[in-house]
């Protein structure tokens, strides 16, 4: 097997729709995270996003998108926002990991969201979760038909929407809401529920608003984002920002207003995307991993995930030093002098240079 590296942007069309057809041939693929659209978007926005094309003799048998940290530290493409990871091929391809960091010039490759049916990655699964969905494959009834013999959650959304109606105003559901206001009110109720929970910020980041925006234009059936809402009379009371496949709908940024958070309108929209979302060709809507009650109380299935790294023999331990020194300049604030001059940066360097003699 030959594998080479290229730059996103330097796949042609016929690589392109190559790669569709390899999701095509295998429904786990399907995955909007997985399309080439998703790498096309965060390569134009992050200098050191890379593919790994295999070829089998004259045949492209793979893609492996990844992005590089630090000269030597591979993470799939995305990072920090992909919710599905993996390498794309076609049906029945093994593949040896470690050859294909080798290729990359990579110490290590890690992982958070790894499809963990990629048999060839399984010997480096560090965790194993349950990414739960709604699988609505059957039909919308089908999926209310078996929640409804599991608990109350579903009577419970809906007796909190004829509430809605009646103190607030009248429900009404968008699918796609392709109004600008939505989508401004979405980001600044989730920022500011960012900043509640003291995490990242994923929409302060210049890249993440550069991808999201492209998605946000593409007509790509197999790799654009939704916006779904639900109002109660005039008034905005809950939003998601999905990615979607033509079968699969990525839970990727919900929120809702907090005023109106007794309502539990987070719950009745994930039940109107899926109902809408049936109508329209989705499959199911993957809600991520998380330990989020309400996301297990609405699934009916699950899809096995994986945490890890795959490492280089020789050189995995040395990258695991780096990691942690990049760590500990991230605690003391100082990554940026300690990169550009200190002993991390040149341990850094130095591994960088032994792996591109190898």
């Given at each position: 097997?030959?594998i080479?590296i290229?730059?996103?942007?330097?796949l042609?069309?016929?690589e392109?729709?190559?790669?569709?057809q390899?999701?095509?041939?295998?429904?786990?693929l399907r995955?909007?995270?997985?399309a080439?659209e998703f790498t096309?978007?965060?390569?134009r926005?992050?200098?050191?996003?890379?593919?790994a094309?295999?070829e089998?003799?004259s045949?492209?048998?793979g893609?492996?998108?990844y992005?590089?940290?630090h000269?030597?530290?591979?993470?799939?493409?995305?990072?920090?926002v992909?919710d599905?990871?993996?390498?794309v091929?076609?049906p029945?391809?093994?593949w040896d990991?470690?050859g294909?960091l080798?290729?990359?010039?990579l110490?290590?490759?890690?992982?958070?969201h790894l499809m963990?049916?990629?048999v060839p990655f399984?010997?480096?699964h560090?965790r194993?979760?349950g990414?739960?969905?709604?699988?609505v494959?059957?039909?919308?009834?089908?999926?209310?038909?078996?929640?409804?013999?599991?608990?109350?959650?579903?009577r419970?959304?809906?007796?909190?929407?004829r509430?809605?109606?009646?103190e607030?105003?009248?429900?009404?559901?968008?699918?796609?809401d392709?109004?600008?206001?939505?989508m401004?009110?979405?980001?600044?109720?989730?920022?500011a529920?960012?900043r509640?929970?003291?995490?990242y910020d994923?929409?302060?980041?210049?890249?993440?608003?550069?991808?999201?925006?492209?998605?946000?234009h593409?007509?790509?059936?197999?790799?654009?984002?939704v916006v779904?809402?639900?109002y109660a009379?005039d008034?905005l009371?809950?939003?998601?920002l999905?990615l979607r496949?033509?079968?699969?709908?990525?839970?990727?940024?919900?929120?809702y207003d907090?005023?109106l958070?007794?309502?539990?309108a987070?719950?009745l929209?994930?039940?109107r995307?899926?109902e809408?979302?049936?109508a329209?060709?989705?499959?199911?809507?993957?809600?991520?991993?998380?330990?989020?009650?309400?996301k297990?109380?609405?699934?009916?299935?699950e899809?096995p995930v994986?945490?890890?790294?795959?490492?280089?023999?020789?050189?995995v331990?040395?990258?695991r030093?780096?990691?942690?020194a990049?760590?500990?300049?991230?605690r003391?604030?100082?990554?940026?002098?300690?990169?550009?001059?200190?002993h991390t940066?040149?341990?850094?360097?130095?591994?960088?240079?032994r792996?591109?003699e190898?």
């Open positions: 097997m030959q080479s290229v730059r996103p942007s330097e042609g069309p016929a392109v729709a190559e790669w569709r390899m999701q095509e041939s295998l429904p786990r995955n909007p995270f997985l080439p096309l978007a965060v390569g926005n992050r200098p050191t996003a890379r593919v094309v295999l089998d003799g045949e492209i048998v893609f492996f998108p992005e590089v940290r000269g030597v530290v591979g993470v799939p493409i995305g990072f920090g992909s599905c990871q993996g390498l091929h076609r029945g391809l093994d990991p470690v294909l080798k290729a990359c010039r110490a290590v490759w890690e992982f958070d963990a049916d990629q399984t010997p480096y560090a194993l979760a990414s739960p969905i709604i699988d494959s059957k039909s919308y009834q089908s999926y209310v038909d078996d929640r409804m013999t599991d608990g109350n959650l579903i419970q959304a809906l007796r909190k929407q509430r809605l109606a009646r607030v105003g009248e429900e009404r559901f968008e699918w796609e392709r109004g600008d206001g939505a401004l009110a979405l980001r600044r109720w989730k920022s529920q960012y509640r929970t003291q995490q994923r929409f302060s980041t210049p890249w993440i608003q550069a991808v999201l925006e492209e998605l946000r593409s007509s790509s059936p197999d790799c654009r984002t779904s809402t639900i009379g008034r009371v809950a939003g998601h999905g496949s033509r079968s699969v709908l990525a839970y990727w940024f919900p929120s907090v005023d958070s007794r309502y539990s987070g719950i929209l994930c039940l995307m899926a809408a979302g049936a329209d060709g989705i499959e199911h809507i993957d809600l991520g991993k998380s330990e989020a009650h309400y297990h109380r609405l699934k009916n299935d899809l994986a945490e890890g790294r795959v490492g280089r023999s020789r050189a331990a040395t990258a030093r780096a990691q942690s990049l760590a500990r300049s991230v003391t604030g100082a990554v940026g002098d300690r990169l550009r001059t200190g940066g040149r341990f850094l360097r130095g591994l960088r240079s792996l591109q190898r």
